[in-house]
């Protein structure tokens, strides 16, 4: 089985300030990532995902995942946010080849003027 | 774009009533997901579906949930009997396969069990 921590409920950021949202997993098997953003009143939007190879990810956005096996993380950063990234980020994964997504709990990301 | 479509966007329900939450998935896409999100909580996997039927459920896809493709474009999951606790956010997915494949979320149905 796998598990998926979000820590952090909510994070406030200025405009134009860096952001990173920690995610950590535990899994006994192999498995994918993916970042997923929910803007107010919508689904799911997938940000990027790491399936295999190098570690750092770009996704959609403006947005980088790095994933640290060692640690078991799949931080998600931005060097510069904007207004309009605010909405809820859910780190996921599923095991290697299946389609089944374990989500963490979300984190709130608040950008302010 | 195409897009996954749900409808209603908000279902209010008296307890032990049926309700069928609908969605509509991307055309050429062959597998189809359930999730719930209850308030304050985590999304959480319900039931996947490939080849009319069933290809993988949770714990919580008890036998008061069930499934079903009833044309070729519909996707439907119906609770039989409501309870309070099924009260929720329901995401429905689509993807063209399995695995890496991306899935693709609708906007979710809010059910309101009173």
């Known amino acids: 089985a796998q598990s998926v921590t979000q820590l952090d409920s909510q994070v406030p950021v200025f405009e134009e300030a860096p952001v990173e949202l920690r995610c950590n997993y535990s899994?006994?098997?192999?498995?994918?990532l993916f970042w997923y953003v929910q803007y107010p009143n919508q689904g799911l939007q997938l940000l990027l995902k790491y399936l295999s190879g190098s570690t750092l990810v770009k996704g959609i956005n403006g947005f980088e995942a790095e994933f640290n096996k060692s640690q078991t993380s799949f931080h998600l950063r931005k060097p510069s946010v904007h207004i309009s990234d605010t909405a809820e980020y859910f780190c996921?994964?599923?095991?290697?080849?299946?389609?089944?997504?374990?989500f963490g709990k979300g984190t709130m990301l608040l950008v302010s003027p | 774009e195409p897009e996954v479509t749900q409808t209603p966007s908000h279902q209010v329900t008296q307890m032990g009533q049926e309700v069928i939450l609908r969605c509509v998935p991307i055309s050429n896409h062959l597998y189809f997901y359930w999730y719930r999100q209850i308030l304050g909580q985590k999304v959480e996997f319900l039931v996947s579906?490939?080849?009319?039927?069933?290809?993988?459920k949770s714990e919580i896809f008890d036998d008061q949930f069930s499934v079903e493709r009833p044309d070729g474009s519909n996707f439907t999951l119906k609770i039989r009997s409501t309870k309070l606790e099924d009260s929720a956010m329901y995401f429905c997915?689509?993807?063209?396969?399995?695995?890496?494949?991306?899935?693709?979320f609708g906007p979710g149905t809010r059910l309101t069990v009173l």
């Open positions: 579906f490939y080849n009319n039927e069933i290809s993988e």
């Open positions: 899994s006994s098997v192999s498995v994918y």
């Open positions: 997915a689509s993807s063209v396969s399995q695995g890496y494949n991306e899935q693709f």
């Open positions: 996921a994964v599923s095991p290697s080849g299946y389609s089944t997504l374990t």
